[in-house]
């Protein structure tokens, strides 16, 4: 793997306050810092050094407030597309699973023999037999030879060289950078069927291999995408409509690659929208997931096809969306090539947006609260736009009545969450930034409430796309 490699205990940056907290430094609490930041270069972030991104992520709210303590789900965005998910114990097979897809893992060890755990934490870049290789972000000048956990001091303290008994928690990576996109296969041998095939399903996938996994999938097509048949008529017609029979074929713009022959057919499916049309909407659990865009100019679109005739709008970067897909596979989706989100914006409008261009904000909950369905308010053609604001500053407080007191407190909301002015909308306009007045406002979660006009300006302007139509 492609990984600078830091210190924590460099001179340059060793005696620098971590995060907000008044004493603690880099150099003394900063191994997660250091591991998140070697790990970053990994995923193309090559300018940040352990320095950088603490203040990076300080500007972002990226610790708890007033401590060193860093909060993971912060990193993507100051690492477009980067997220890290904790586990606790050692979970061997994800750990080797990940390495084997080009993702590295920081494992969290115990440093001192005393009573407890004294935790530490470090880089996992490959797995040598049974035994890891490790990054170490404490010894300075970096260590450029191979350490093996098993040999490591932390194995000592241990008192064993199984790393079940080394690794007390993880932190498992992901970022665009991850994986390659696999080759396409050249299958082409100038045998072709008669007839061209259909897809009969919404986000069929090419493959670069008859098998469904993250590393052969070349891209997915909208359904009744045309495909020619790369073999013979005969092999051709008895794979066709048939479970776990793949056909190799060529896409429209020539991509060649293996789809699912259950999922085709010699005719278009006639029941299906047009390029363009908007999904169907759907309830919005109350307290779904939220994630926000990394980019400028990110799309949301009818499906996930990288055509013009699918982009419904686009969205400036810090965008908040609700996800109509559990959490599970927010986690599993986000920061990964070729993924795509099912969202909600705060003005109602759904679509799906490309997965690797957007960071979690929160995973929501799916107890019986979370069950309560909200819809985006709603706005007659002959109405001006909706007026879309964001806060300011951390902790600005929804509140029920428009006046200060615990008993109104609805929430509080984080810097540049976003909400939907209601009512009169060039009302709520004039009164922005204005002490004293009160604009009465939803927000992505559906709450609904007031919240001070001076604490919160309306938000940026529908960007110029900075990233091209192909990839989002």
Not at 149 to 156: E, F, N
Not at 210 to 220: A, E, H, M, N
Not at 314 to 321: C, H, N, S
Request: aromatic share 8%.
């Amino acid at each position: 793997m492609a990984i600078k490699q830091f210190s924590q205990t460099d001179p340059a940056w060793k005696n620098k306050l971590l995060g907000f907290d008044k004493t603690s430094t880099i150099g003394s609490y900063g191994c997660l810092l250091t591991s998140f930041t070697m790990c970053a270069t990994h995923y193309g972030a090559t300018d940040l050094t352990p320095e950088i991104l603490n203040d990076k992520m300080k500007a972002v709210g990226g610790f708890q407030a007033g401590t060193a303590f860093i909060i993971g789900g912060a990193l993507g965005s100051v690492v477009p597309g980067m997220s890290v998910d904790y586990r606790k114990g050692a979970p061997l097979a994800e750990i080797d699973t990940s390495l084997a897809q080009g993702r590295p893992v920081i494992i969290e060890v115990d440093w001192s023999p005393q009573a407890g755990l004294q935790t530490h934490y470090m880089v996992v870049y490959a797995k040598d037999g049974d035994d890891y290789l490790i990054y170490d972000p404490y010894p300075y000048p970096v260590k450029n030879g191979e350490i093996k956990l098993s040999t490591s001091k932390y194995a000592q303290i241990a008192g064993s060289k199984d790393p079940m008994r080394i690794i007390t928690g993880c932190f498992f990576t992901r970022g665009p950078m991850a994986i390659e996109p696999p080759p396409p296969p050249k299958l082409d041998k100038g045998v072709y069927a008669s007839f061209p095939v259909y897809a009969t399903a919404d986000e069929l996938a090419l493959r670069s291999q008859p098998l469904v996994s993250d590393f052969t999938l070349l891209k997915r097509v909208p359904v009744n995408t045309e495909f020619k048949v790369l073999e013979a008529d005969a092999a051709a017609n008895a794979k066709i409509g048939q479970q776990n029979q793949w056909l190799a074929v060529k896409a429209p713009d020539g991509t060649e690659g293996y789809t699912a022959a259950w999922l085709l057919s010699k005719t278009k499916n006639a029941a299906a929208p047009a390029p363009g049309t908007p999904p169907p909407t759907v309830p919005v659990p109350k307290d779904a997931p939220v994630v926000k865009t990394n980019v400028d100019g990110l799309k949301l679109r009818s499906r996930p096809d990288n055509t013009e005739a699918t982009i419904l709008k686009m969205y400036p970067i810090g965008t908040e969306l609700k996800v109509l897909e559990p959490a599970s596979e927010v986690k599993r989706k986000v920061g990964v090539q070729f993924e795509w989100l099912k969202v909600a914006d705060v003005e109602g409008k759904q679509g799906v947006v490309a997965a690797w261009y957007v960071s979690i904000v929160s995973l929501g909950a799916f107890g019986p609260e979370a069950q309560r369905q909200t819809a985006g308010a709603s706005f007659s053609v002959e109405e001006a736009p909706p007026l879309v604001l964001r806060t300011l500053e951390d902790g600005v407080a929804l509140r029920t009545k428009p006046f200060i007191a615990q008993k109104t407190l609805i929430t509080r909301l984080p810097k540049g969450a976003e909400l939907l002015a209601l009512g009169r909308q060039d009302t709520a306009a004039k009164r922005l930034g204005k002490t004293g007045k009160w604009i009465r406002v939803q927000d992505v979660k559906g709450n609904r409430g007031y919240v001070a006009a001076w604490l919160v300006a309306e938000r940026p302007e529908d960007p110029i796309p900075q990233v091209s139509p192909k990839d989002c």
